[in-house]
T-cell receptor
Framework: DARVTQTPRHKVTEMGQEVTMRCQPI?????VFWYRQTMMQGLELLAY????????DSGMPKDRFSAEMPDATLATLKIQPSEPRDSAVYFC????????????FGSGTQLSVL | AQRVTQPEKLLSVFKGAPVELKCNYS??????LFWYVQYSRQRLQLLLR??SRESIKGFTADLNKGETSFHLKKPFAQEEDSAMYYC???????????????FGQGTILTVHP
């Protein structure tokens, strides 16, 4: 049963530290999405890639967030420096890149910035 | 720009009662609508999509373009339906959305015994 894998599952860090979250999409999927989940905003799209190329990262604070896909099996989301307001659950999802195709979500990284 | 609104953050019902989770959207084109569900300690997963006109686990949702709504309904709620529910929209702008979804704020449904 193919799954999207995210690491770490939990991360506790101090304000100002760099945080790196990783995602392994399902083999064969050509689109990768990063979402942030908070109680107030629900699921917000931060960035997404198609065939490893960034298509839209307008949802990310550019000064501190960066997203990359160094290869087809790895997507990363970095926060530097981290702030307490970044505390949330970050989800990665992958898909086949077509309308009406469902997205497959990872288990998420629960980030706490103290 | 598209937007999805779920007006209820929390919804509580008793087992056997009907349940309706509200979802409204704003989008000038022809949207594709979905409901995703996240059970406790599980991944977010697709529940149903409007184009399939399917009923999953007793849930149905009808797209009402006049009211720009896609409410999720079930006639008799079960305790195992307790979960977080997200309504989502694919803007499908000329086939270039690539599956990108805009989600609502989510509704936590609790079904009491």
């Amino acid at each position: 049963d193919a799954r999207v894998t995210q690491t770490p599952r939990h991360k506790v860090t101090e304000m100002g530290q760099e945080v790196t979250m990783r995602c392994q999409p399902i083999l064969g999927h050509n689109t990768v999405f990063w979402y942030r989940q908070t109680m107030m905003q629900g699921l917000e799209l931060l960035a997404y890639f198609r065939n490893r190329a960034p298509l839209d990262d307008s949802g990310m604070p550019k000064d501190r967030f960066s997203a990359e896909m160094p290869d087809a099996t790895l997507a990363t989301l970095k926060i530097q420096p981290s702030e307490p307001r970044d505390s949330a659950v970050y989800f990665c999802a992958s898909g086949l890149g077509r309308t009406n195709e469902k997205l497959f979500f990872g288990s998420g990284t629960q980030l706490s910035v103290l | 720009a598209q937007r999805v609104t779920q007006p209820e953050k929390l919804l509580s019902v008793f087992k056997g009662a009907p349940v309706e989770l509200k979802c409204n959207y704003s989008y000038s084109g022809s949207p594709e609508l979905f409901w995703y569900v996240q059970y406790s300690r599980q991944r977010l997963q697709l529940l149903l999509r409007h184009i399939s006109r399917e009923s999953i686990k007793g849930f149905t949702a009808d797209l009402n373009k006049g009211e720009t709504s896609f409410h999720l309904k079930k006639p008799f709620a079960q305790e195992e339906d307790s979960a977080m529910y997200y309504c989502a929209l694919d803007a499908n702008a000329g086939g270039t959305s690539y599956g990108k979804l805009t989600f609502g704020q989510g509704t936590i449904l609790t079904v009491h015994p």
